[in-house]
């Protein structure tokens, strides 16, 4: 008998070992958990496709952690998938096969005719990608678009401005797939936009969590330095307007590669204005030194955008005091003129609840997108030079 309940002894060990180090490596199928992360994807399946096709277009797309998954949930749910209708369904990245299959069986969530806006669009191309699906000129969206407020953004959203800052319909323009066509005028496709905007807002907690975004660094005052122009005028007190926290979840949107780094990129841009320059030594102004704003000055102006790859006086422009939207002049310290993109939820979600850090600098440094962060510049020539290796810079 101790030998028999020996033996099953060492049976139940080694099924438990060799499922977890054998079973569940090759057999168990990669998921994801939860309703997904803020980045929309539009996933448009074909007539004619089976359930692992879909499965494989929705692994592709960076919708759901693997095909298999997706499948086994389709079985547990008496091959449901089945039922998915050829069309488009405005998903999310990193959704569970479940969440993901009960969200495309669902006909409520079948779009057969959309127009897709993607995350990361500025203005001026909305217009352009509306306008060649409907046939609505440009100018009825650039009319419509002088005034924001009555395209349904609150008044709240300008609050706080000084005279460097505009008001403008950028970033309440929210990446979504829409149904419209020309019988749509310029001005409800906007409206619809900004409503959109205005759910998602509510949805996050936006506005709540803005009180929670931490000084980083209560002892400075980036109003009061005689040698940089800051705005707005801080008046001696650290305050986020909504706003603020819009244009960060803008540059957000324009550089981050993956999602999983927006909270960290917020930190950077809130650390950028806010440590103080003359105690880490690693920058000139409170600025947000982003190249990405400098090229949304000139795309806003009919020019191409010049990637940092481009053999030009980088350090004269991004400190030209005559431009607007140079990133690094001390005479444009703090805060933009507007936003300068058009944000999807997970960067929106970053802005309030950006990850603590003392991240000065990043740079995308790997082929999934992620970065590699860095307080000081020194570190960050180190992570250049590991972007530079794999292919990235």
């Known amino acids: 008998m101790t030998l028999v309940v020996a033996l099953f002894g060492v049976i139940g060990v080694g099924g438990w070992w060799a499922y977890n180090n054998i079973v569940k490596d090759y057999f168990v199928a990669e998921d994801f958990t939860g309703d997904g992360n803020g980045n929309q994807v539009v996933v448009t399946v074909e007539q004619g496709w089976l359930v692992s096709d879909i499965a494989d277009h929705l692994y592709e797309q960076g919708v759901i952690a693997s095909a298999k998954a997706f499948l086994n949930a389709s079985e547990d749910d008496g091959d449901s998938g089945t039922t998915i209708q050829p069309g488009s369904y405005a998903m999310e990245e990193e959704m569970s096969a479940a969440a993901a299959l009960e969200f495309m069986t669902d006909p409520a969530n079948l779009t057969l005719d959309h127009v897709v806006i993607p995350e990361g669009k500025r203005s001026f191309e909305i217009y352009e990608i509306l306008s060649e699906y409907t046939g609505v000129p440009v100018a009825d969206f650039e009319a419509a678009a002088q005034d924001p407020e009555a395209l349904g953004v609150d008044p709240v959203w300008f609050e706080g401005f000084s005279d460097r800052q505009v008001k403008s319909v950028e970033g309440f323009l929210f ?61 001696g007190e650290f305050e986020i307007y909504p706003w603020m926290a819009l244009q960060i979840a803008s540059i957000v949107q324009s550089e981050s590669g993956i999602a999983s780094d927006d909270p960290k990129i917020a930190q950077v841009m809130y650390n950028k204005m806010y440590l103080n320059p003359y105690d880490h030594e690693q920058t000139n102004c409170n600025c947000f030194e982003s190249e990405a704003i400098w090229n949304y000055g000139r795309l806003l102006n009919g020019e191409d955008a010049i990637t940092s790859g481009e053999d030009i006086d980088w350090g004269s422009v991004m400190r030209d005091p005559d431009n607007p939207w140079s990133p690094s002049a001390p005479e444009h310290a703090g805060y933009l003129p507007s936003a300068i993109s058009n944000p999807g939820a997970a960067a929106l979600e970053s802005a309030v609840s950006p990850e603590a850090g003392d991240w000065l600098f990043f740079v995308t440094a790997y082929d999934d997108g992620s970065a590699l962060f860095a307080e000081t510049y020194e570190e960050h020539q180190d992570n250049i030079e590991v972007a530079e290796e794999n292919g990235i810079q």
């Open 175 to 235: 990446p979504s797939a829409y149904e419209f066509d020309e019988t749509w005028t310029a001005a409800e496709m906007l409206e619809a936009m900004v409503t959109r905007f205005n759910e998602t807002i509510a949805e996050i907690g936006f506005m709540e969590k803005l009180a929670s975004i931490e000084d980083p660094d209560p002892d400075y005052d980036p109003g009061a330095m005689e040698n940089q122009t800051f705005y707005p005028p801080t008046n």
